[in-house]
DNA sequence: GTGGCTGCAAACACTTTGCATTTTT
DNA sequence: AAAAATGCAAAGTGTTTGCAGCCAC
């Protein structure tokens, strides 16, 4: 399968687990590693998909952790504070997805069955960096998103379409 | 002033006001133009700016018009279904702006101060475009955002740095 | 007159917080 | 032992909804 075909993309080598990353940044603010952010982190990295605290909780749960809800909400503001996951806010309810040992990439979202396909553009960081500078602004960060019909939903659609212009 | 030092853009001319645009959208799905919705229109399009549903009703309320919470979302989101707005979801709480009558444009966004700068950019498109292409999607829109420090605030935190770092 | 609208209050969904207890360093 | 994290429940946010009366068509 093509790159281009993909839904998500090959992952980056890292020479530290999302783990030791996170210990080292917990040390440095004085903070501790316990078992359930251990338990968090394991679980979260364990596959790369998109997801929000609700299905994490609910993830964990079947898996037969018990994280309390407020835990998981407070390790999930440290993660993006440590750098291992981003924030996605493509819709009202907050996602997440990896963000270390994971390439930058931005996303397609089909608007008919909501599914999300990352991609991966040289040219909008250059075209980013371009406009930042003629606004003065020192860019640390973009999200592109592009909403649309993916190829199978308009397959599915288009016959529907004719048949209702009779 | 040039138009890369600005805000907001140069607005698009229209035919119709927002008003009319929107009686057009309501009489199709055999809705009616009241006086709380030809109130909020009204309002909304007097000044061109982003906004969220709270400061509307704080706004309506300071201008002397009493519109209830619940009638302000329901005409927003119709408002949002017409055309005429569009939503922003910059930050977790939804913010709006003018679709009609503005032309498409992105956004840079100060983490610093939290100003949000609108720009126009044709490559954008072609960009979207060419992307969507690649993956078999046919693009309905899109949303390109640009997070960083604005030159005012890069100017008043750039003295401060230095004299942490003696 | 009918069907859609309004305002109110109550319900909702998601997230944060205060606090007593437990865990980590 | 000290400092920080946990779980619980309670409190916040921001938004939606059910319903009785009201209004535009």
Known sequence: ??????????????????????????????EKLTEPRRVL???I????KHFDADELVRDLHDAGHQ???STVYRTLRLLVEAGLLR???LTNRNAFEHDYGYPAHDHLHCTAC????????EEILR??????????FRPTGHRFLID?????????????????LI
């Open 1 to 30: 399968m093509a790159d281009a075909q993909r839904d998500q993309l090959a992952p980056v080598a890292v020479s530290d687990s999302p783990l030791v990353k996170f210990r080292e940044f917990l040390e440095i603010r004085g």
């Open 114 to 121: 909501n599914r999300v396909v990352e991609f991966r553009n």
């Open 127 to 136: 075209l980013r960096d371009a406009i930042s500078l003629e606004h003065g």
């Open 148 to 164: 649309g019909v993916c190829a199978a939903c308009s397959r599915a659609h288009t016959p529907r379409r004719r048949l209702d």
């Open 87 to 89: 924030e996605l806010r």
């Open 67 to 69: 994280v309390s809800r």
């Open 45 to 48: 990295f364990n596959s790369h």
């Open 41 to 43: 982190v394991r679980h």
